[in-house]
C-alpha cells in the first residue's frame, strides 16, 4: 500500500522534470534561433549594401534591428564571432546612397546617440555623414524652392530643365557651359546666383557619394571583409580579398600575417590556394558553422606582441556547432603545467555550454621569445581541432636594462649635487640674512610652524558642531595661537551639515562698559562680506550704552540674515581669547553673557573661549556661563613634538646635535614658548659665528639668560 501510494508522486515528479527539460530546450533553441536571425540579416544587410542593391540591404538590416534593436561594438554571433553590430550606421549609409537623406539622418543621429559606434573605428565617419546628410537635405529643399521660382518666368525654364538634367547625370562640364551661357542672355539677374549655388550643391553630392562607396570599399572595408570570411570558414574569398589589399596598400603590416595563416588553414583542410581569383566576385551566401572548432580572441590583441610582465592573459570564447571537448596549451614546444606539475587543460564546467565556451588562463613566461599554441578539440567523432598560436617577446624589467642604470646613476648624481648645491646656497643666504624662522611671543599665524596640537584641533573641531568651549591653561602655552589656527582651519571646514563663520574676539585691554559693543564691532566687521541686505544694528545707534540686550537682539538679526546666504545651516564661532578679563567684570555682565547662550538662536552660537582660569565663585545662585561650556586643558608638548619644533623649521639649512635637542627639552619642559625662546638664542649663535650646526654647549651658554627671561614675564 506504501508503494501505491507513493507512485503518483514520483509520476509528478518525472512529469515535472520532463517538462523543465524540454522547456530549457525549446529555449535554447529560440535563443540560436534568435542570435542567427539578427546576425545572418545584418551581415545580409551589410553584404547588399557592398553590392549596391540599397533596398534589400534596408529591409535586411531593419529585420536584425527588430531582433536585436541595441548596437553593440562586441557582439557575440550565434557561431561565436565578434562582429561591430551597428545597425543604425548600416542603415543610414543604405538610406543615403539610395537618396533618401531624411531617413539617413534620422538613423545616422540613432547610431551617434548610442555609445557603440563610440568604440569604433566608424565614428569619424559617422560625423561625416551627418555633416553630409544636412547638406544635402538642406541642397534638396533648395532645389525645391528652385523648382517653383523658374515656374514664374517661362524664360529660365527650357534652361533650368537642361542644366537640371545634366547635374542628375553629373554632366557637370555641360552644366556649366549652360549656366555660362544662361549668365550671357540674362546678365543681372538675381536667380543666376541660385544657379550657381545649385551647381556647386551638385558636385558636393556627387563627391559625397563617391566618398561613401569608397569609404565601405576601401583598402580598410576590404580588409575587414577578408577577417569576416576568414571568421566564416571562407578561406578562399578571404585569401582572394587579402591579396588585393596588399597590392592596395603594401604598408599594411597585418594582412601578410593573415594571408599566411589563411594558406596554413587552406593547406589543413586540403584547400587549392590556386582557386582565390584576383577578380571580385559576389558571395551569394553566408557560412555560418563549420567543422572545427572556432577561436574568439580578446586578449592578447595581436599575434606577434611584446611585454616586460612575468606573464601573460590568454583569454577568449571557443565555440563549435556540437560543442568544445578541451583546449590545450602548450608553450615553447612542451605542454604548459599547473602548479602541481599536471598539464594544463581547460574544459567547460558541467553548468557551461560548451558551444560557447569562455576561458581565461595566465601563461608565464621566460625572458625573450616565447612560442604560446592553443589548441581546441571539439567533441565530435573523431574529434575536430583547431590551433591558434601567439609570439610574445618577454623584455627584461625597465629597471634591468642598461638605459635604466644609466639614467639612474645621473639621476641620482644630479639629486646629490643638487642637493649639496641647495643646502650650500640656503645656508650662504641665511647667513647673510640672518635666517631665524623661530618665534616667541608673538602668535602663531601659519601653519607651517604649528607643532604638536593635531590631536587637540581635532577634538576641538568634533565638538564645536553642538557645544562651546572653554580651553584653558597656563601663560604661554599656546592658546592664542590655537585660536588662530581654528579661525583657518573653520574657514576652510568642509561639513556636510554646517557652514561655520568664525569670529576672532580679543579681550585683552577691554573694560567692562565697552565689552558688549566691542564684541559685535568685532562680529559686524567680519560678517559684513557675508551678507547682502542692510541690516540696522543697536550699535551704530547707541555705541556708547551698549547693553547686553543690545547684542542680542543684533545677534539675532545678523544670525537671521546669514541663514538666509547659505544652503547648510549655520554656525557663528565666537573665538574669545584672553576671557581672563571676565574675572574683574561685574556678576551681571556676566550672567547677561549666560542669557545670551540659552537664547532661542542660540542653535546657531557657539563659541570658544581662552585663557588662564576663571573664576569660580559667585555671590549669586545662578548658574555662571561657563556651565555651558565644556573645559580642554591644553597641555605641554609630548617630547617627540617639542623635538619638531625643534628641528623642523630650519630642517636643510642647520641642524641640531641629539644632545642639544635633548638638553632644551629639559630646560623648557615641553613648552612652547621656552622652547622657542632656546631656538632663537641658539640660531642666533650659530650664525654669528658661522656654523651650521648647534651643540650642547650653544644650549648650556643661552639657557641662564632664557629661563631668567621667561620667570620675569611669568612674574
Known amino acids: 500500500m506504501a508503494n501505491k501510494s507513493h507512485c503518483p508522486i514520483i509520476i509528478s515528479l518525472v512529469t515535472k522534470r520532463c517538462l523543465s527539460a524540454v522547456l530549457v530546450a525549446l529555449l535554447f533553441h529560440a535563443a540560436v534561433l534568435f542570435a542567427d536571425v539578427w546576425d545572418q540579416n545584418f551581415e545580409k544587410g551589410k553584404l547588399l549594401l557592398e553590392r549596391g542593391d540599397w533596398q534589400l540591404a534596408i529591409e535586411s538590416i531593419q529585420i536584425a534591428l527588430t531582433a536585436r534593436p541595441e548596437p553593440d561594438h562586441q557582439a557575440t554571433t550565434s557561431n561565436l564571432k565578434l562582429v561591430e553590430y551597428l545597425p543604425y550606421f548600416y542603415l543610414g549609409k543604405a538610406y543615403f546612397l539610395s537618396g533618401d537623406y531624411g531617413r539617413a539622418l534620422a538613423n545616422f543621429r540613432k547610431s551617434a546617440a548610442a555609445e557603440a559606434v563610440h568604440k569604433t573605428a566608424h565614428v569619424m565617419n559617422l560625423r561625416k555623414m551627418i555633416e553630409m546628410s544636412e547638406q544635402l537635405l538642406e541642397f534638396n529643399r533648395a532645389k525645391a524652392n528652385r523648382s517653383q521660382q523658374t515656374q514664374a518666368d517661362q524664360g529660365f525654364?527650357?534652361?533650368?530643365?537642361?542644366?537640371?538634367?545634366?547635374?542628375?547625370?553629373e554632366e557637370?562640364?555641360?552644366?556649366?557651359?549652360?549656366?555660362?551661357?544662361?549668365?550671357?542672355?540674362?546678365p543681372g539677374d538675381g536667380r543666376l546666383t541660385?544657379?550657381?549655388?545649385?551647381?556647386?550643391?551638385?558636385?558636393?553630392?556627387?563627391?559625397a557619394r563617391e566618398e561613401a562607396i569608397v569609404g565601405e570599399n576601401g583598402v580598410q572595408g576590404r580588409y575587414r571583409q577578408g577577417l569576416n570570411f576568414f571568421i566564416q570558414g571562407q578561406y578562399q574569398q578571404a585569401l582572394r580579398v587579402f591579396r588585393e589589399v596588399e597590392l592596395q596598400d603594401p604598408q599594411l603590416g597585418a594582412v601578410k600575417g593573415w594571408i599566411n595563416r589563411t594558406l596554413t588553414e587552406m593547406e589543413r583542410l586540403r584547400l587549392d590556394a590556386s582557386e582565390a581569383k584576383a577578380e571580385p566576385q559576389i558571395i551569394e551566401r553566408i557560412i555560418t558553422q563549420t567543422t572545427a572548432p572556432v577561436f574568439a580572441f580578446r586578449t592578447p590583441v595581436n599575434s606577434v606582441s611584446d611585454t616586460r610582465s612575468a606573464g601573460i592573459v590568454i583569454s577568449g570564447q571557443a565555440g563549435d556547432d556540437q560543442g568544445i571537448a578541451s583546449i590545450e596549451i602548450a608553450l615553447n614546444g612542451e605542454p604548459l603545467l599547473d602548479a602541481d606539475g599536471e598539464q594544463v587543460v581547460i574544459q567547460p564546467k558541467a553548468d557551461e555550454h560548451g558551444k560557447k565556451f569562455p576561458f581565461s588562463t595566465l601563461v608565464p613566461l621566460r625572458l625573450g621569445e616565447n612560442l604560446i599554441v592553443l589548441t581546441a578539440y571539439d567533441i565530435d567523432s573523431p574529434p575536430h581541432r583547431t590551433i591558434e598560436q601567439f609570439t610574445v617577446t618577454r623584455k627584461p624589467p625597465i629597471y634591468k636594462t642598461a638605459a635604466f642604470a644609466?639614467?639612474?646613476?645621473?639621476f641620482v648624481l644630479l639629486g646629490v649635487g643638487g642637493l649639496f648645491i641647495s643646502r650650500r646656497v640656503k645656508y650662504r643666504i641665511a647667513i647673510i640674512n640672518k635666517y631665524n624662522p623661530y618665534i616667541a611671543g608673538s602668535p602663531i599665524m601659519t601653519e607651517e610652524m604649528f607643532f604638536g596640537r593635531e590631536k587637540l584641533l581635532k577634538r576641538i573641531l568634533n565638538t564645536v558642531h553642538n557645544n562651546s568651549l572653554m580651553i584653558h591653561g597656563p601663560r604661554r602655552i599656546g592658546k592664542t595661537s590655537l585660536q588662530h589656527l581654528l579661525k583657518r582651519r573653520l574657514e576652510n571646514l568642509d561639513d556636510p551639515e554646517f557652514v561655520f563663520v568664525p569670529v576672532m574676539i580679543d579681550l585683552q585691554g577691554t573694560s567692562e562698559e565697552h565689552f558688549f559693543s566691542h564684541m559685535m564691532e568685532e562680529v559686524i566687521e567680519t560678517c559684513k562680506p557675508c551678507f547682502k541686505g542692510e541690516i540696522k544694528f543697536k550699535l551704530h545707534e547707541n555705541k556708547d550704552n551698549y547693553s547686553g540686550r543690545d547684542l542680542s537682539r543684533d545677534l539675532k538679526a545678523l544670525l537671521t540674515e546669514l541663514g538666509k546666504q547659505f544652503d547648510k545651516k549655520l554656525k557663528l564661532v565666537l573665538l574669545i581669547d584672553e576671557v581672563d578679563e571676565l574675572n574683574k567684570y561685574s556678576e551681571q555682565v556676566n550672567q547677561k553673557l549666560r542669557s545670551i547662550f540659552m537664547k532661542t538662536f542660540a542653535q546657531n552660537l557657539v563659541a570658544i573661549m581662552s585663557g588662564t582660569s576663571i573664576r569660580k565663585s559667585w555671590e549669586s545662585e545662578g548658574s555662571p556661563w561657563y556651565n555651558f561650556f565644556e573645559e580642554i586643558d591644553v597641555p605641554p608638548f609630548e617630547p617627540e613634538d617639542a623635538a619638531k619644533l625643534i628641528t623642523e623649521p630650519v630642517a636643510g639649512i642647520f641642524s641640531y646635535d641629539q644632545d642639544a635637542v635633548a638638553k632644551i627639552i629639559e630646560y623648557s619642559e615641553c613648552k612652547p614658548y621656552v622652547i622657542q625662546k632656546f631656538c632663537v638664542q641658539v640660531i642666533n649663535c650659530i650664525i654669528e659665528e658661522k656654523r651650521r650646526r648647534v651643540t650642547v654647549a650653544d644650549v648650556d651658554a643661552v639657557a641662564r639668560q632664557v629661563l631668567t627671561a621667561v620667570a620675569q614675564q611669568a612674574g
Not at 644609466?406 to 645621473?410: E, P, V
Open 406 to 410: 644609466i639614467s639612474l646613476g645621473s
Open 172 to 186: 557637370f562640364a555641360q552644366a556649366r557651359i549652360k549656366i555660362n551661357r544662361v549668365k550671357q542672355e540674362n
Open 194 to 207: 541660385v544657379l550657381e549655388k545649385w551647381f556647386r550643391d551638385a558636385q558636393k553630392h556627387a563627391v
Open 157 to 169: 525654364d527650357v534652361s533650368v530643365a537642361q542644366i537640371e538634367r545634366h547635374l542628375e547625370n
